[in-house]
């Protein structure tokens, strides 16, 4: 299971996948730039790509929603969250008109986008495209980074509790292999999410987890107050070991959104009366070869991208909250 810290520090597993990953430091490193902290994948950055979370602190929000609430989806006043959004896409240098949005269902779409917009019903994005900014917001669901720097793919996954027992982290994975990608170089990054000190579900959660991944039940522990408690990140990094990636590529964040409630907004701990972090990403310094290789795969799969520039990988989705 993975620990809950009192303060950032290295994620663990605990338990016998992966010794290579419960070595790695934590992934995220908090930065700040002018009024507004973020968490960055700093390792990323020299190899060509940027790779993002946001924290709930710097923002304009008032209340529940206090203070950097990215979500519009919520009942915070609109125009809070617009500056918000202009506050933290100016302090990490992107153009909001550069983001691709994904416009999440909490299910397992994946879409291959071309250009920014909003990809309706979508929870996973890859691009091969400078300039391109994927994002997806989150409040306690997994962020899922994934970069391969020899083919220059990037994708960000929105994993819920749905989207991790339809395995969203794999079918982001053979996206980006249909683009080009190889598993075996392809690095994630497991983002802050909430963490099995505080994920407790029912037996309507957890019976199709049993069911779909019977051998698996060191992922899942009894609760003190009844229920179980769930490592949604410990399934997800079962997913992409599954999906060929090395233990040694995958990092897992040590944060709980619901233990640290001046860090980040939580769903759960807060009976959904919260904001909403974002997490982004994007490639630097890409090259033409990189946008011609995306459109032969399409080419070759006989597949076009719709009216707003993607193409999606299918798979069923489930409705979200």
């Not at 930065?31 to 973020?38: G, L, S």
């Amino acid at each position: 299971m993975w620990s809950c810290p009192a303060t950032p520090s290295p994620g663990t597993t605990g338990d016998r996948l992966d010794k290579a990953v419960d070595k790695l430091e934590e992934p995220l490193k908090l930065q700040e730039n002018a009024k507004v902290p973020f968490l960055t994948v700093a390792a990323w950055e020299p190899k060509g790509a940027k790779a993002l979370f946001s924290t709930r602190m710097g923002g304009v929000s008032k209340g529940e929603y206090s203070w950097m609430n990215m979500g519009l989806s919520t009942r915070d006043n609109p125009e809070f969250v617009r500056e918000n959004r202009r506050a933290f896409w100016s302090a990490t240098g992107v153009a909001q008109g550069s983001v691709a949005q994904a416009g999440q269902v909490h299910g397992d779409r994946v879409a291959v986008c071309h250009t920014a917009g909003n990809y309706r019903e979508t929870d996973g994005l890859v691009t091969a495209r400078g300039g391109v900014v994927l994002a997806g917001t989150f409040a306690d669901c997994v962020p899922i980074y994934l970069f391969d720097p020899v083919a220059r793919i990037v994708a960000l996954a929105h994993a819920g509790w749905r989207g991790t027992l339809s395995a969203i982290a794999a079918r982001a994975v053979r996206a980006m292999e249909g683009c080009g990608a190889k598993a075996s170089r392809c690095m994630a990054v497991i983002g802050p999410a909430i963490g099995a000190c505080c994920y407790q579900v029912d037996e309507r959660v957890m019976t199709p987890f049993s069911e779909a991944f019977p051998a698996w039940t060191d992922l899942a522990k009894p609760g003190e107050t009844g229920g179980f408690l769930l490592d949604l990140k410990g399934i997800n990094l079962r997913h992409l070991v599954g999906a060929g990636l090395s233990p040694s590529h995958v990092s897992v964040s040590g944060w709980c959104t619901a233990c640290h409630p001046l860090m980040f907004f939580s769903h759960r701990r807060d009976s959904g009366r919260t904001g909403r972090m974002v997490g982004a990403l994007w490639l630097t310094g890409v090259q033409e070869d990189s946008c011609r290789r995306l459109e032969k795969s399409e080419r070759t799969e006989g597949r076009a991208p719709d009216a707003e520039g993607q193409q999606h990988i299918p798979g069923g989705q489930a409705p979200g909250r």
